[in-house]
């Protein structure tokens, strides 16, 4: 069932199945916000760059050495100390083999005068060893209806931890500059400990 009023604005205020609507909110396409996103890992930054609708620059792995590089430790991993045992030992071959790999690459390619590219060409061998878990950053530019989108669907409790982490924190700061955009949204504590953003209405 569908109930529709258009108010003094112009703006549509619909009630969809129980649930407000606001339709007409292609103005909030020209409001536009960025974040540096840090301290992530390689699979979280994965599932954020599935949304299309935003602009990225990621840290390269390419002409970034990562001999030294982080790993992001899941908080269930971290809790239990067998687990995290075994996550230990894992990343610590990974990151040996980068290492041996790169030296072994470094020494094939002795024949490529660019310093540069020789290191280039090591690194994006080697890297195909390095997990998922692998330390990230990244730049995410989008306008506000793309925030709200991102939000709804990465803050909710369906989403993975690590990336409902960073939708909030990013929640955080948009409700900050534009709570009448972002204002509605409930962040509400969950049985495990961690959050979850409810949006009291949907933006179409």
Same mark, same amino acid.
């Given at each position: 069932m569908v109930f529709c009023a258009t108010v003094p604005n112009g703006i549509v205020y619909v009630r969809r199945d129980g649930y407000p609507v606001w339709c007409g909110n292609s103005v909030i396409e020209h409001a536009v916000a960025s974040f540096y996103i840090r301290g992530i890992s390689r699979a979280c930054s994965h599932e954020i760059v599935r949304h299309r609708h935003f602009s990225y620059s990621q840290r390269s792995t390419?002409?970034?050495?990562?001999?030294?590089?982080?790993f992001i430790v899941p908080d269930?991993?971290?809790?239990?100390?067998e687990a995290m045992r075994v996550f230990e030992e894992a990343v610590t071959k990974a990151q040996e083999a980068y290492k041996r790999l790169y030296e072994l690459l470094w020494e094939k390619f002795t024949h490529i005068e660019d310093k540069t590219l020789r290191r280039k060409m090591a690194r994006q061998a080697a890297r195909m060893v390095l997990p998922n878990a692998t330390e990230t950053a990244l730049v995410m530019t989008g306008n506000f209806r793309a925030w709200r989108h991102f939000i709804r669907m990465r803050a909710s409790r369906h989403a993975d931890v =690590?990336?409902? *982490? !960073? &939708?909030? $924190?990013?929640?955080? =700061?948009?409700? *900050? !500059? &534009?709570? $009448?955009?972002?204002?509605?949204?409930?962040? !509400?504590?969950?049985?495990?400990?961690?959050?979850?953003?409810?949006?009291?209405?949907q933006w179409e």
């Open positions: 390419r002409y970034v050495d990562e001999s030294n590089c982080n269930c991993i971290a809790e239990d100390p =690590e990336i409902r *982490k !960073v &939708a909030i $924190a990013i929640l955080k =700061e948009l409700q *900050k !500059v &534009a709570p $009448a955009v972002f204002g509605d949204f409930q962040i !509400v504590p969950l049985p495990d400990g961690t959050e979850e953003a409810i949006p009291g209405y």
